[in-house]
């Protein structure tokens, strides 16, 4: 029996250190995936929300792992992992410093949902030009489209706006 | 709300999602062009992630202990619920991609429809499905667009698919007892009104792609009830094999 419990600050410390297994530079809490974290009243359980990001995304079950891993690590005994659909996961909870890191990674950051559909065209992550391509709607991952650049003619991963 | 049209309802539109996400998985590793293969897994995906949404909470709701894993594995195929349409089998591509532009039009709607849903979890559901279904829709559109305006060849391919396979669209919008007891409990869409969208949506995208909304009237259904065209015991027999040959068995 643990005799303090972790707050649920320092719980959201602990899993802003899971990386997605598919995209290691960005976090589970850069991506927004975890809802919330909250004890129950007696703080003999923990609640730790989750939602997808696209429904079928293979990482959800690996991430679910990760976070059982990390809070048992932390001796939390009694972890109840909730799935929660609504509201529907967005790339708008992806902040700017998240953005900026994925960008540095090669992958075009998604633009804000309340930009034009024609101004949503990423730009090279690579050289930074505007003039780029559709090449595939899909890429490796759900959240990836596949993108050619017009300038520096590199192909490259844009992170799809949702 | 009534649990039997409430489980009945949810499962229909798991089991359409199980077996469009199978047929298309079929095709992984075999696209006619890697960027398809990549996009038709996706789909894939997607409607497999929703076919377990739908199945789980299906399960909860007949509260007799199926779980996705046994709604999906272990019902024979006069025991699902799915519309003709996404059993039939993926033929050239021509077919696969009128196929999945018919029902993305027609699923889109629905989950939209469902979004308001008073029942919570169908609409969280909805909610999340929509945005992924959207997306769907868009790429399906534009690829009859391609097809149908393309080559004489892609054109003589896709008018054929429209013909073959529209006589399973009449199904979609026919309303039964469940239908009407989930409009009537405000837990559905009703089908009579979401049909002159479906048919606005084709007629503008076969105008542009010069194709033909097919003459012929003469709808085939079943699905909706257990009877099914011969092809969804094949399916069944491939998806189900593991679990039939080992029964339990898990990764």
């Given amino acids: ?162 | 709300m009534a649990a039997g049209a409430l489980f009945e309802y949810v499962l229909r539109l798991g089991d359409n999602c199980l077996i469009l996400s199978q047929r298309l998985s079929e095709l992984c590793g075999h696209g006619p062009v890697l960027e398809e293969d990549i996009a038709i897994a996706n789909i894939a995906l997607d409607l497999l992630g929703h076919a377990r949404f739908w199945l789980s909470y299906a399960g909860e709701i007949e509260g007799e202990g199926r779980d996705e894993d046994k709604l999906a594995f272990l019902r024979d195929a006069g025991d699902f619920r799915n519309v003709l349409l996404v059993e039939q089998p993926n033929g050239d591509y021509a077919m696969t991609v009128a196929r999945q532009f018919f029902f993305d039009a027609w699923y889109f709607h629905i989950l939209r429809g469902l979004k308001n849903s008073v029942d919570a979890r169908v609409a969280s559901i909805a909610e999340k499905a929509f945005k992924e279904v959207t997306y769907h829709l868009e790429r399906s559109t534009d690829w009859m667009l391609r097809m149908g305006d393309g080559t004489e060849e892609s054109h003589r391919r896709m008018q054929a698919a429209v013909n073959d396979l529209w006589m399973y669209t009449g199904e979609l919008f026919e309303m039964d007892e469940v239908d009407r007891e989930m409009v009537e409990l405000g837990g559905g869409v009703d089908l009579a009104n979401l049909h002159p969208l479906w048919t606005e949506h084709i007629a503008r995208t076969f105008a542009e792609a010069t194709l033909e909304i097919p003459e012929s009237k003469w709808m085939q259904r079943g699905g909706k009830r257990g009877v099914h065209t011969e092809k969804l015991g094949y399916l069944l027999a491939e998806m189900q094999f593991l679990q039939r040959a080992y029964p339990g068995a898990q990764w």
């Fill in chain 1, 1 to 162: 029996m643990v005799a303090t419990h972790p707050s649920a600050a320092e719980v959201w410390a602990w899993l802003g250190e899971i990386a997605d297994p598919e995209i290691p530079v960005l976090s589970i809490l850069d991506l927004g995936i975890v809802r919330q974290v909250a004890w129950n009243p007696n703080r003999d359980e923990l609640t730790i929300g989750i939602t997808p990001t696209y429904s079928g995304c293979p990482a959800m079950d690996v991430i679910a792992e990760e976070i059982r891993r990390c809070s048992k690590e932390h001796g939390i005994e009694n972890l109840r992992l909730l799935t929660q659909l609504s509201p529907a996961w967005t790339t708008d909870w992806m902040t700017d410093d998240a953005k900026a890191r994925l960008r540095e990674y090669g992958i075009a950051p998604p633009a804000s949902s309340l930009v034009q559909i024609e101004a949503a065209r990423p730009a090279c992550p690579r050289c930074g030009s505007a003039e780029t391509q559709v090449v595939s709607r899909y890429g490796s991952t759900p959240c990836q489209a596949l993108y050619r650049c017009l300038s520096c003619l590199e192909p490259f991963n844009a992170f799809k706006r949702h």
